[in-house]
Nanobody, 125 residues
């Protein structure tokens, strides 16, 4: 089993920055690609970004391209999401996810087997 814990959320003004972290523990050798998803009130959970095991492949949803950067440090079993130029529409609970399926860097939430509990990001206008 893989346990994921997010941190780094908070309240920030529009235009500000936050860095989210996702620490993995347990059977971390099984972790392949990892991703970030978010869910705003009254909306479905949506894909934000994902990264392959070696970090060589990344994908972003169009709305965060150029503002957010996903990265990971496998030695620390930690994934990051650097969020710059934040907008009020980025307000959501942010979840990290991991998959044990090899050779995939999926953007669908049903492709991930492990999920964190979420961290709240609120951007004020």
């Amino acid at each position: 089993q893989v346990h994921l814990v997010e941190s780094g959320g908070g309240l920030v003004d529009a235009g500000g920055s936050l860095r989210l972290s996702c620490a993995a523990s347990g059977r971390t050798s099984a972790v392949q690609a990892m991703g970030w998803f978010r869910q705003a009130p009254g909306k479905d959970r949506e894909f934000v970004a994902c990264i392959s095991r070696n970090g060589g492949t990344t994908y972003y949803v169009d709305s965060v391209q150029g503002r957010f950067t996903i990265s990971r440090d496998n030695a620390k079993n930690t994934m990051y999401l650097q969020m710059n130029s934040l907008k009020p529409e980025d307000t959501a609970i942010y979840y990290c996810a991991a998959t044990s399926v090899i050779n995939l860097t999926p953007r669908r939430n049903d492709a991930y087997q492990y999920w964190g509990q979420g961290t709240q990001v609120t951007v004020s206008s």
